[in-house]
């Protein structure tokens, strides 16, 4: 069995944060990942730095505002729609 426990490390052990399904004595392996590692790790970079050479600071945001006003319907309420279907 695989499982993602959280845990804190205080004087030299492991306390994981909720029951586990181990017995005492009984030997597991661990992966330790800090939490600031594991939310790094759900930030695609390489998109970012995509979207970075996109980007066009030159164009307002009261532009953008006025575009975006122009679109029909509410994304509110289209993903509320979609949420309901799924």
Known sequence: MTRTVAAIYANGAFHPLEPVPCHEQER???TVETAAAAEENLIDQEYHA???TQADDTVPLEAVRQALAKIPGSLTEDIR??????
């Open 81 to 86: 729609a979609e949420r309901d279907q799924g």
């Open 50 to 52: 995509y979207c970075d």
């Open 28 to 30: 597991v392996f661990l």
